[in-house]
């Protein structure tokens, strides 16, 4: 082989050599962007819904103890079980946004990019789902509250109110550790994010 074709062929391969590389550079590029992208789109729609859950609830109990004031007043009105149009909607809407909150997060579960953000989302799916179970009982605190109003008997009505404090208490616990371990998976996901980086920059 003459010296003209060795150099050629070795002109030829460093030019394939640079070529694979900056291939696997721009693979490299488009995992981080990718896990960045499932990371925080994640990430991002649990806070949310986390919010939507927290306002839902907030407008719950405002609607509780509108219905309280209304009984107290005489101004309800003949209702089925004592509770208002207002309540059940709230009370629908705050089911229905926990429920979803739990699905999300079960999915999230079993869909993590690690084994240590599969735990964190565990953990919320876990917290949320004992605030549910917090929430059914404080339906029907309110509406045996709202029934012992509706037939006169406020001091059982009151009673029932005042039992309202603790389980109220208990889903903002729940919610806080839900909050706590949301933040958890965003820092391991962060961490997640900086590891795939500083791999791709090896190449």
Do not use: C
Not at 173 to 193: F, H, K, P, T
Request: net charge neutral; hydrophobic share 45%; proline share 1%.
């Amino acid at each position: 082989m003459s010296i003209a074709n060795r150099i050629l062929l070795g002109f030829i391969a460093v030019i394939v050599l640079v070529i694979a590389l900056g291939a696997l550079g721009l693979s490299q590029i488009g995992e981080v962007r990718s896990e960045t992208s499932r990371i925080v789109t994640r990430d991002l729609a649990f806070v949310r819904q986390l919010t939507d859950v927290q306002t839902a609830q907030h407008q719950l109990e405002a609607a509780t103890e509108a219905d309280f004031a209304d009984h107290a007043m005489g101004v309800m009105g003949p209702t089925a079980d004592g509770a208002s149009a207002d309540w059940r909607r709230a009370e629908a809407t705050a089911i229905q946004s926990l429920d979803q909150a739990i699905t999300q997060a079960t999915n999230y579960q079993a869909t993590a990019i690690t084994s240590d953000r599969a735990k964190a989302w565990g953990e919320i799916s876990q917290s949320l789902t004992r605030a549910r179970a917090i929430l059914t009982d404080l339906r029907q605190r309110d509406l045996v509250a709202f029934q012992a109003m509706a037939r006169g008997d406020m001091t059982a009505g009151q009673s029932q109110r005042e039992s309202l404090l603790g389980p109220r208490a208990a889903f903002q616990q729940e919610m806080a550790r839900a909050s706590a371990s949301l933040d958890q998976a965003i820092e391991l996901g962060q961490r997640r994010v900086d590891t795939v980086y500083q791999q791709s920059r090896l190449f």
